[in-house]
């Protein structure tokens, strides 16, 4: 009982201080990340503000304005398109529309329009395009009127055209007496702006009625969290946007941590900042649905302590076959070719050494065939590595067709394969024979035309040189020496019959 206590105990306080270390990261990775995003939107809007601004206070827009402060008699009963076509008429008009356009494609803004003291839009960014909003009418926009008013405005409101939630930041035109002839509006659609809410947590922008206007999170957008700002700060409907369904909010109380919040069935930490400038704050949810299943782990982890024995047994095991599997790619990985997967030069010594010592046992003698890919070179300058990589391979399966029950073949290394093995001794008169049997049962594998993706070729065999040694007499060295100038001797009579055959 005192054990299972102690374990109880013990695996409480662990689950606590996790829990609670979980829960300092999450706070101080929320609060990083709602300050470095409140800096980034900051010079978002600021950005909007200053480019309404600049383009308010040009030259071309100012002369643009004050030419068409008011509509001209007649305008209010043509249709939009009518008065876009006498809008788009005049050069200027044309020639402001053109540097709006470029400057809202450069920034990605949606639209960069200018609007007359009478509400209609005289220029526009896409003044040029089908869907053009020159000619349009926005009489009673909030962001105009105050503009008008106090020189700036700036709202959020879903577009008329293609519904689109966006923001909108405007500047009154003034001329040099600050009378003033109409306003620069820059619109910056909400999905575009959400681009800039990056990081780990969900962000999202809020107005001063709860509603979600632009979120890092597609499901909470225009939704309502007025109960996530804090109290006292939301205000009424102003009846021009729409409140936005509710979100189930719910406050979890915790003694040690402040704004836990349930938003539709999920715990979240919230951390809440306002953007300067603006109506809007910045809220951002640290996600916790991992403190539940921690506490279950803990709590399973507790369960099972007394089984540690076992798993300590288990887990040795397991360490110990990983330790034995890596070893074992380690021995493979030493001793075989990673092209070919054939032995390796070190494998085939290794090897060579030990038929020399079961060859002076058992009387037999000892084969050795250097085998030299002639021409691999120029396959290779004229069809690329890749190629020659797999023309070395194909090469190695071939050679393993003709190989007896006991022979080795490997890579030497570069173009040369070498195979081993044991023969009987032969005959001192047949010596030659038996060595022509070897090289007429491997030469002919490599003769023939090769087939890769990419190209095809006829390839007229290798250099080979068989040796077959007693190892009475002879060394592992020796041997090696004699195939490889052996190899050597068969390459320059084939260089010869070559060139023989060439000739005629």
Request: glycine share 6%; with cysteine.
């Amino acid at each position: 009982m005192m054990w299972l206590l102690s374990v109880a105990a013990i695996g409480w306080w662990i689950s606590q201080t996790i829990i609670k270390a979980e829960l300092n990261d999450v706070a101080a990775s929320a609060d990083y990340e709602s300050t470095t995003t409140s800096h980034v939107m900051d010079r978002v809007f600021t950005e909007m503000s200053s480019i309404a601004n600049m383009v308010a206070g040009n030259a071309d827009v100012i002369r643009l304005a004050v030419k068409y402060r008011t509509d001209p008699p007649g305008f209010a009963n043509l249709t939009r398109q009518q008065r876009a076509v006498e809008f788009t008429r005049d050069p200027l008009v044309r020639k402001v529309g053109d540097v709006m356009n470029r400057l809202a494609g450069d920034l990605r803004y949606a639209r960069i329009y200018m609007n007359n003291m009478s509400d209609d839009t005289v220029t526009a960014s896409n003044w040029a395009e089908s869907d053009t909003i020159v000619g349009m009418i926005y009489s009673g926009r909030p962001y105009l009127i105050e503009a008008l008013r106090t020189g700036k405005g700036s709202s959020f409101g879903i577009a008329r055209l293609n519904k689109t939630p966006s923001f909108f930041v405007t500047s009154r035109i003034d001329d040099e007496g600050d009378k003033p002839h109409g306003s620069v509006t820059v619109k910056f659609d909400a999905p575009d702006v959400a681009t800039y809410l990056t990081g780990r947590h969900t962000a999202l922008i809020v107005n001063r009625q709860g509603r979600v206007i632009t979120s890092s999170a597609p499901a909470f957008m225009l939704r309502n969290v007025a109960r996530l700002l804090p109290e006292g700060t939301v205000l009424p409907p102003d009846g021009e946007e729409e409140l936005g369904e509710a979100l189930n909010v719910q406050a979890i109380s915790h003694q040690a941590y402040e704004n836990l919040w349930f938003i539709d069935g999920k715990q979240y930490l919230v951390k809440r900042r306002p953007l300067s400038g603006t109506h809007y704050q910045l809220l951002t949810l640290a996600s916790l649905e991992q403190i539940e299943p921690m506490r279950r782990q803990h709590f399973w982890i507790a369960a099972f302590i007394g089984l540690l024995g076992i798993v300590f047994i288990v887990l040795a095991a397991l360490a110990i076959r990983h330790w034995l599997l890596r070893r074992q790619d380690e021995l493979y990985a030493a001793n075989y070719d990673v092209l070919t997967d054939l032995p390796n030069r070190r494998a085939i010594l290794v090897e060579l050494d030990r038929l020399f010592t079961l060859a002076q046992r058992t009387g037999r003698w000892v084969l050795v065939v250097f085998i030299d890919m002639d021409g691999f070179k120029a396959i290779n300058d004229t069809h690329g590595h890749e190629v020659g990589d797999k023309f070395l391979i194909e090469a190695g399966r071939r050679l393993s067709e003709g190989l007896r029950a006991n022979d080795m073949l490997g890579r030497f290394g570069g173009d040369e394969f070498i195979v081993i093995g044991q023969v009987v001794p032969p005959s001192s008169d047949n010596l030659e024979g038996s060595v022509d049997v070897i090289r007429n049962r491997l030469a002919p594998l490599l003769i023939g035309t090769y087939h890769f993706e990419s190209c095809s070729f006829e390839y007229s065999g290798a250099s080979i040189g068989v040796a077959c040694v007693d190892p009475s007499v002879s060394s592992l060295k020796a041997a090696l020496r004699e195939a490889d100038q052996l190899m050597y001797a068969d390459k320059k009579t084939r260089r010869k019959t070559s060139h023989i055959t060439n000739s005629i």
